[in-house]
């Protein structure tokens, strides 16, 4: 019985210890629930140190990055989910519709500081001089509140960048020109974002590359070696080894001599065409529209039905390089009811036929030539002639902040020379689709627009925009280039003097 008892005793016993390692393991739990529910996140890291990269992309206007020939625009349809940690644990907070933040991020742009250009003070024989401008005294440049020099009409106009941008400059400093201010210019390099060097190299190629009976070099080539040396010898392209710096070279056959040397600047361009990659990129490189030549349509009450011709084509049809689809298209397409697809040049009034023409067109072919782009799209925008796009290597201006496929009708060059599958296409495109693009194009327009002075929205401030937007990829290259540059190790590998900032350059 006394051992029964005893037996019966060591159960309770035993019961009685597991049923309170239990509780006090229950409440050590618990304990700890409420200790982290307090903290939000285990004590490793500090996160309200780190910056949201989403809410940092919003408030610096900046867009996300997108992959080189991406067909995808850089947010899509996508809904991002944002989480709330400010206190109450990981909770969903919201929905952000990125759509509305992609629209946000570019205006922004508004809001946000100038950028700060430092711009050479080259001589006048790189710049104004070109264009017929003499300088006086020690002056380098026109006094723009007595008179602007002007540029040469035609062709020429359609790669005329340099000019625009070059005014806007000099214009930031006289408070009596109203313009919009996404750029300024600053006199201290050390203050500035980047640096502008403002060489008129379409102007000098279209004027002066060919050489004379009495000269060895064309008196473009040679401006071209003057520049080289002269920016390579600055102390602020020894600083960053030029990766801040703006080269302007929009005419495919501009700086085809210099480029090879200051290929770690940034350009502006027309396309890629004519650059290897290692010398020229999306990543380090701005697309520029070109300055269409044709007349903007002014007070555009037409539509779909007063429109008579379908589709229009005019200008140069055989072409090398990529530019075979010309003469592809234009057997498949010549004979089609209600298409234009014909020759023609400048000479003989032809900027003028060909506004009339296009003024006329629903839609407008821009097939690839010698390069993969061309003035005609530029054009066929400022006529709100919705453009046929055939180029598939094409890239186009503020593509990362504007989507092309809500104006444009993109056409891979392999669909295109099928027969009969670009004529159905587009015959396929209805009244109200056509409206839509119509309406957007008369939206975008502006965006495409150079004058002087320049306003909001405009070529030259969405290009100054497009630069600013790349400003913070130039720091990090100069920043992390600078990692071990401060140090030398002499031949016996060990440590010599270790440079300041003041006397590192």
Known sequence: MIEKQASSG???SRKSL???FSSILSLFILSWFFVLRSTGQPNFIDHSLLANPLNSLVESGNSLPREQNSVEPSFGNRSILVNDNGGGGETLREKVDVKSMEYNMVNNENSKEPLKVFMYDLPPEFHFELLDWKAEGDSVW???????????GGLNLQHSIEYWLTLDLLASEIPSIPRAGSAIRVRNSSEADVIFVPFFSSLSYNRYSKVNPH?????????????????TSQREWKKSGGRDHIILAHHPNSMLNARMKLWPAMFILADFGRYPPRIANVDKDIIAPYKHVIKSYANDFSNFDNRPILLYFQGAIYRKDGGFVRQELFYLLKDEKDVHFKFGSVQKNGINRASEGMHHSKFCLNIAGDTPSSNRLFDAIASHCVPVIVSDDIELPYEDVLDYSEFCVFVRTSDAVKEKFLINLIRGIGKDEWTRMWRKLKEVEHFFDFQYPSKEGDAVQMIWQSVARKVPAIRMKIHKSMRYSRYIVNSNGELGKIQTPSNFW
């Open 18 to 20: 597991l049923c309170l």
């Open 215 to 231: 000269e060895k070099k064309s008196k473009n080539k040679l401006l071209q070696e003057k520049l080289v040396k002269f920016v």
């Open 142 to 152: 026109p006094d723009l509140r007595r008179k602007i020099p002007t540029y040469p």
């Open 10 to 12: 060591g159960v309770i």
